[in-house]
């Protein structure tokens, strides 16, 4: 089975920061481009973050852009998005994906894992 498992979502205050984790299982990732997206409760989903598996060049929406820093580790089969400076409006469902390039991810094409919680308090 292939599969893709967010990790380390959870409750916090605004101004506060949580890194999620998204493990690999199944086979190996490191030729795909990797990211997050997020849905809000009445929302459509939306690009958050990516990164190309070739030249780790990021893309972040401009929403978390400065606050927000996406990374991967190969060896791991593991992407990580590091969220500082969380806002409410940075409450949601937290998707990790994968994608044959940047591009390809951006345009929700690829593999979803199942989501992890995020919710920030005023």
């Known amino acids: 089975q292939v599969q893709l498992e967010e990790s380390g979502g959870g409750l916090v205050q605004a101004g506060g920061s949580l890194r999620l984790s998204c493990a690999a299982s199944g086979r190996s990732f490191s030729r795909y481009a990797r990211g997050w997206f997020r849905q809000a409760p009445g929302k459509e989903r939306e690009f958050v973050a990516g990164?190309?598996?070739?030249?780790?060049?990021?893309l972040y929406a401009d929403s978390v852009k400065g606050r927000f820093t996406i990374s991967r580790d190969n060896a791991r089969n593991t992407v990580y998005l590091q969220m500082n400076s969380l806002t409410p409006e940075d409450t949601a469902v937290y998707y990790c994906a994968a994608g044959s390039s940047l591009t390809s991810l951006r345009d929700a094409h690829g593999y979803w894992g199942p989501g992890t919680q995020v919710t920030v308090s005023s």
């Open positions: 990164i190309s598996w070739s030249d780790g060049s990021t």
